[in-house]
């Protein structure tokens, strides 16, 4: 049995010989020595290592080198094993608390110095802030203990096992342990000692901990200080030099609440921070301090008194090489690109992160829920029997990992709610958790999801509620019992804020619906929003076959058990590129409103505190997308909250071009986080004079043909186009399939689902089962007239009777070569498709075709449900540039709403397109890319599509929506394409 071989991998409690109770992350002048850097390092295939670094002369001469703070896994080119993704499963027999004997363990070694002026401290402390999974410590032979709790700090006394010169410090690490069972997060397994290693002298008289508890109510502040030292460190001095704080406590008893005047507030929004300093004679801590109130009163969750609209999103620690190791540049850019996406609030899924990035919040600007490193979801595969969270055997282990989250990191005003872990059913142990935390701190809330029922928590929390079931609960949502709840214990979470602590997610191309849920959040008060699933993919770099580099996931290192591509599901790439969802969000969360009426618009600001002196307010008027004028707009400050009617300028309409007013609200000076002039919120106006579309011209006269002649820049063989303006092109060609997006790969659960959907079966599978992937033509007939041509198609798939007949007419209209094709399908089918649309082929010739300019929507992707980020415009890109590199390869490159494209090969027009509005005075879509969409659907990787000088157009007259089915809702009913008649109307010319 593995607890035979070794007795501390199966062992429930969270260790030996660690310091308790922890105490927060503070930066000290005291002395300290980093043991950051290259380790010795050993890796075994079990845990049944003889050596015990006790003995004299040990030796790791033929010891590899490791560098400390890393993952083994992701160094030595798979030398020390292979990473391992899971959503929910575990990796190993569910035998809890044993783990298999197969457990890697990594034994790591290293030399460090003490310095002789250490011999003044009075202890010698020696700090993890991060080690996976259970690590034993020894120093100059002496076992110090053991601790578990990879996210977490742990610290211990080496003070009698150091000397003054050279010393050596062993540390065993073991892949898996019985922590193991309840570190079961949705994302990479990866071992090692990941975070910082830190050597540290306490000196007497010091300072074991601080808490500067802060309020603020109506301009003044609050300070409540938690001073943990002997009686003989004081006096102790806390000092605010901006505030002309220096309060000095005598004793420990005379340690009391201090009321500051002068104060401005900290807010997500205007981060204010005050330098501050708690000093004894032997030691000094610098803090930064921001004053701010934490309350819910009723079903509002205020800070400050103002209610909070969490703009958030899950964000995990990854990176594609470092893996979970912190890098502090890093963190800022990405701290940083969140502002600049309108984001303002972070779930630390499902652990607390390294403690720097927290002082980054605190600096940017961020609400944070800080959450526990605690997730148990492997045993919902038992239905939660012997669930950790339940069984008092573990108690221990769970109150030690809240105990140490919220000790560590209490000094953040950033952190606004403590949440004791993610998806680990219920039970006893979380209910102790939360009550542990609401006796230590008064001042924030406690969140947990999974209690449904509200008995141990502050916040109604859920994941994935579909819109209406959002909406019944921001309304009275008396219909009916809340998810699992009597209706007693609905009432009861009717009476608090809500707040979506997963939606939206965000697997490959999608989600849909942001400004669904955002719309509910302005209507009800009680929603308090959420956090979209989630910030980044965890790709991790590796090399194709061929050489390329790619992004890796689960499967690709050969695991056992894995969870495939589940691990990609942020609105930021592997490569930190921002996806199309990002910048949705962006757009839907904007917090500046602009609403036109006539002359006038009307702007709210919709943010929690600030006000506007922060904006600059810019318009620009376009012809057809060319601008032709600009300007500022002069808007009245409006406060937090609060909105303000402006005058539009005056607008010359075209009389032959599109006429749009766009309003920008930008950055009036430079951030930590963006330059001037980024913009926040963007508004359009179509002023456009009304145009006649022009009429279809009849044709008669109709007579039956072999198809082959030409049609001004066409020419045609078999009724078949071959060559525009020179240059093969073949098409047009039905085209009903789109490479399966993960949302449509995604099963139905049935609930909530369209009517088209089937239970336990994704679209995806549908649009197979109907062959949409497969369409075969049968030409039913050709006709033409002097200077027009028209053929019938029948096009079906094999096994099946259905179809749709696709008429198509090329004439000359006004000069211009014009086409017109008409689809109608048969009765019977009983699915939506994922298009409806024409593919031409353009092969290489002599010049192939590598870009695009369009005037429509842009200049990123949409799809239905997925516009608000689109404006209307003229944009171009190259064919590469139109698609998004997806960690899966699937649908993507849809511009909506075209009216003009053309096609081009390096500095050359090559074609140009105009797209005319149907008779509903709906315009057509367009997909530029080098891969059909049934090669696209083959790809697990990008690499495995090979390299192209085909391109392929598609002109979309209806795209499927996106919806969030991964894990959540499917599409909304509105952005659902069912089988139906549609027109596509283009006039081609040479370029």
Excluded at 479 to 498: D, E, G, Y
């Amino acid at each position: 049995m593995p607890s035979q071989l070794s007795p501390h991998v199966s062992d429930i409690a969270p260790g030996r010989g660690a310091l308790r109770p922890a105490r927060s992350w503070l930066h000290s002048d005291t002395p300290s020595r980093s043991l950051n850097g290259a380790w010795r390092f050993r890796l075994s295939p079990t845990a049944s290592v003889t050596e015990d670094f006790a003995a004299d002369g040990f030796v790791d001469d033929g010891w590899d080198s490791i560098p400390v703070p890393s993952h083994w896994v992701l160094e030595g080119d798979g030398a020390y094993g292979r990473p391992i993704y899971t959503n929910i499963q575990f990796p190993f027999p569910i035998d809890p608390p044993h783990v298999p004997d197969e457990n890697p363990t990594g034994d790591y070694r290293r030399h460090f110095d003490v310095p002789a002026d250490w011999s003044d401290a009075e202890r010698v402390v020696l700090r993890f802030d991060g080690v996976e999974s259970l690590f034993r410590v020894w120093v100059n032979g002496v076992e110090i203990g053991s601790a578990s709790g990879s996210r977490l700090a742990h610290e211990f006394d080496v003070t009698s096992a150091v000397r003054t010169g050279d010393n050596v410090v062993a540390v065993r690490v073991h892949q898996w342990s019985a922590a193991s069972y309840v570190e079961d997060q949705d994302q990479w397994w990866l071992p090692g000692i990941f975070r910082d290693v830190t050597l540290i002298a306490r000196p007497a008289g010091g300072i074991e901990d601080v808490w500067l508890r802060t309020g603020f109510d109506h301009g003044r502040g609050s300070v409540e200080a938690e001073i943990t030292a002997d009686a003989a460190a004081f006096p102790v001095t806390l000092c605010i030099p901006e505030l002309g704080v220096e309060h000095v406590w005598a004793a420990p008893a005379d340690v009391a609440p201090l009321d500051v005047t002068g104060v401005e507030p900290w807010s997500a929004e205007r981060p204010r921070l005050y330098d501050a300093t708690v000093s004894t004679a032997a030691e000094s801590i610098a803090l930064r301090v921001g004053f701010r109130t934490v309350e819910i009163r009723g079903d509002q969750f205020l800070v400050n008194g103002s209610r909070v609209v969490f703009h958030g999103v899950n964000r995990h620690e990854t990176h594609p090489e470092r893996g979970r190791v912190f890098d502090e540049e890093h963190a800022r850019e990405d701290l940083a690109r969140m502002k600049q996406f309108n984001i303002n609030a972070i779930r630390t899924s499902h652990y607390p992160p390294h403690p720097r990035l927290l002082d980054l919040a605190d600096e940017l600007g961020f609400w944070v829920v800080l959450e526990c490193d605690l997730e148990t979801h492997g045993f919902e595969k038992l239905d939660w029997v012997g669930n950790p969270s339940d069984d008092p055997a573990w108690r221990e282990t769970c109150l030690d990992r809240i105990r140490r989250t919220v000790e560590r990191d209490k000094n953040h005003p950033s952190i606004v709610i403590w949440s004791l872990g993610n998806e680990s059913g219920t039970g006893g142990n979380l209910a102790a958790m939360s009550a542990w935390v609401h006796a230590r701190d008064t001042g924030r809330p406690v969140h947990y999801e999974g209690d449904y029922t509200g008995e141990y928590t502050d916040i109604y929390s859920r994941m994935y509620a579909s819109v209406p079931e959002t909406e019944q609960i921001g309304s009275d949502g008396t219909r009916s019992a809340l998810l699992n709840c009597t209706p007693a214990q609905s009432a009861r979470q009717r009476t608090k804020p809500f707040l979506l602590c997963e939606y939206a997610h965000a697997m490959g191309n999608g989600p849909g619906a942001f400004d669904q849920y955002e719309a509910l959040v302005r209507q009800y008060p009680r929603l308090h929003g959420g956090f979209v699933w989630e910030w980044r993919d965890h790709g991790i770099l590796a090399t194709a076959p061929d050489g390329k580099p790619y992004y890796a996931y689960g499967g690709d290192f050969e695991e056992v058990v894995h969870d495939g591509n589940f691990v990609m599901d942020g609105m930021l790439l592997s490569n930190d590129v921002p996806t199309p969802s990002l910048h949705e969000f962006k757009a839907v969360v904007q917090p500046v409103e602009f609403v036109f009426d006539g002359e006038k618009v009307a702007v709210t600001n919709l943010r929690h505190s600030a006000d506007t002196s922060d904006l600059r307010f810019r318009w620009r008027v376009e012809h057809d997308g060319i601008p032709v004028a600009s300007g500022d707009l002069e808007i009245p400050l409006v406060a937090a909250g609060e909105s303000q009617w402006a005058s539009l300028p005056q607008v010359a309409v075209a009389p032959d071009a599109e006429t749009w007013l766009t309003i920008d609200a930008a950055l009036a000076a430079p951030t930590s986080w963006a330059p001037e002039g980024h913009v926040i919120a963007t508004a359009q106006l179509d002023c456009s004079a009304r145009r006649p579309v022009p009429a279809v011209r009849p044709q008669a006269d109709w007579r039956p043909g072999d198809g082959t002649l030409s049609l001004g820049i066409a020419e045609f063989t078999g009724g078949s186009l071959v060559r525009l303006a020179g240059r093969p092109v073949t098409g047009p060609r039905l085209e009903l399939f789109r490479a399966p997006t993960d949302n449509d790969e995604s099963p139905s659960d049935g609930v909530e689902e369209s009517d088209d959907s089937v239970a336990g079966v994704s679209s995806a599978d549908l649009w197979r089962r109907d062959g949409l992937d497969r369409l075969t033509t049968r030409r039913v007939s050709v006709e033409h007239t002097a200077d027009a041509l028209r053929t019938l198609d029948k096009v079906s798939a094999a096994n099946s009777a259905l179809c749709v007949m696709v008429e198509s007419i090329w004439s000359i209209e006004d000069g211009e070569l014009e086409l017109r094709v008409e689809i109608e399908p048969s009765r019977g089918w009983q699915t939506v498709w994922p298009r409806i649309g024409v593919r031409f082929e353009l092969p290489d010739g002599t010049a192939p075709v590598d870009g695009a300019q369009w005037f429509g929507l842009g200049p990123l992707e949409t799809y239905p449900d997925s516009l608000r980020a689109g404006r209307t415009g003229r944009f171009s890109a190259t064919v590469h540039d139109l698609s998004v590199d997806y960690a899966r390869p699937q649908e993507t490159g849809h511009r909506s709403e075209l009216r003009r494209l053309t096609l081009t090969s390096g500095s050359t027009e090559v074609l140009h397109v105009e797209v005319l509005p149907d008779t509903r005075g709906r315009r057509p879509g367009f997909t530029l890319s080098r891969h059909t969409p049934q090669q696209i659907a083959r790809a697990a990787h990008p690499f495995e599509l090979g390299d192209s000088t085909t391109s392929h157009l598609i002109v979309d007259a209806a795209q499927h929506g996106l919806g969030s089915r991964t894990c959540g809702p499917d599409v909304w009913p509105e952005f659902a394409l069912r089988p139906e008649s549609r027109t596509i109307r283009l006039r081609i010319s040479e370029g």
